[in-house]
C-alpha cells in the first residue's frame, strides 16, 4: 500500500543544467498536484494535472518550467537552465478522481530537495 | 479569492506547556476544507486533520485538539502537554474543491526541554 512515492529526494544541479523531478500517485489515484516550498517559505501551488491532461497551471512560473503527467509512467515536473533560485523542495501530492466532487482526501509525496550550485 | 493567515512566525514554549496555533482563513465558498500539517525537521509533510466545512464539531485526538469556529473564519490546534518531539513547522491549509491547497505561511514551534 504504497504512498505517493517522489524521486530523486535530493538532486544537485549546477546553474544551467536541467532538472527532473517524478512522481508516482497513490494506487487509484489520478490526480496529481505539484507544490514548491522556499527556503523559510509556505508551499505554494504550482500544477494541477490527470492523465495526458493539465488542469490547472496557474502557479507555474512562465519560463523554464514544465510538467506532464503521461498515460503511462510517473508524473513529471522539468526545470530547464536551473538558476539558484531554483532551490527549493518540491512537493507532489495525489488524489483520487473528483468525480462528483472533492471529497478531501489528498496525500503527499516525501519531497524532492532540489540544490542548485 | 482564498487566503490563509497564521499570525504567529514563531512560538517557543517549555515542555509540559499547553501551545494553541492559531489559523484564521478567508473564503468566499461554502464548501470547503480545512487542513493542518506538521513539518518536522527531516522536512516532509505529516498530515494531522482534514476536517470539511459543514462539521464544525472539535476534534481530539491524544494531545492534539482543534477548534473549528466558522463564526470567526478560524480553525486553532492546540497542543497539550507539549513534548520536545512536537517541535516542527505547523501548516494550515484550506482548499474549496481540488487538492489546490492555499497553504499559510507556516509556525515554527520550538520546544525547549
Known amino acids: 500500500n504504497a504512498g505517493v512515492m517522489q524521486n530523486p529526494r535530493h538532486l544537485v544541479r549546477r546553474r544551467g543544467q536541467e532538472a527532473r523531478l517524478r512522481c508516482s500517485p497513490m494506487k487509484g489515484h489520478s490526480h496529481v498536484y505539484w507544490y514548491r516550498q522556499l527556503p523559510e517559505e509556505g508551499l505554494k501551488f504550482m500544477v494541477y494535472?490527470?492523465?495526458?491532461?493539465?488542469?490547472?497551471e496557474s502557479g507555474m512560473p512562465k519560463e523554464r518550467f514544465s510538467a506532464e503527467f503521461p498515460k503511462e509512467g510517473p508524473s513529471i515536473l522539468r526545470i530547464q537552465q536551473v538558476v539558484r533560485g531554483d532551490s527549493a523542495a518540491y512537493f507532489c501530492a495525489s488524489s483520487p478522481d473528483p468525480g462528483q466532487g472533492f471529497s478531501g482526501e489528498l496525500f503527499f509525496g516525501e519531497g524532492s530537495r532540489l540544490t542548485v550550485l | 479569492a482564498q487566503k490563509v493567515t497564521q499570525a504567529q512566525t514563531e512560538i517557543s514554549v517549555v515542555e509540559k506547556e499547553d501551545v494553541t496555533l492559531d489559523c484564521v482563513y478567508e473564503t468566499r465558498d461554502t464548501t470547503y476544507y480545512l487542513f493542518w500539517y506538521k513539518q518536522p525537521p527531516s522536512g516532509e509533510l505529516v498530515f494531522l486533520i482534514r476536517r470539511n466545512s459543514f462539521d464544525e464539531q472539535n476534534e481530539i485526538s491524544g494531545r492534539y485538539s482543534w477548534n473549528f469556529q466558522k463564526s470567526t473564519s478560524s480553525f486553532n490546534f492546540t497542543i497539550t502537554a507539549s513534548q520536545v518531539v512536537d517541535s516542527a513547522v505547523y501548516f494550515c491549509a484550506l482548499t474549496a474543491d481540488t487538492g489546490k491547497l492555499i497553504f499559510g505561511q507556516g509556525t515554527t514551534l520550538q520546544v525547549k526541554p
Open positions: 494535472l490527470q492523465k495526458e491532461n493539465i488542469i490547472d
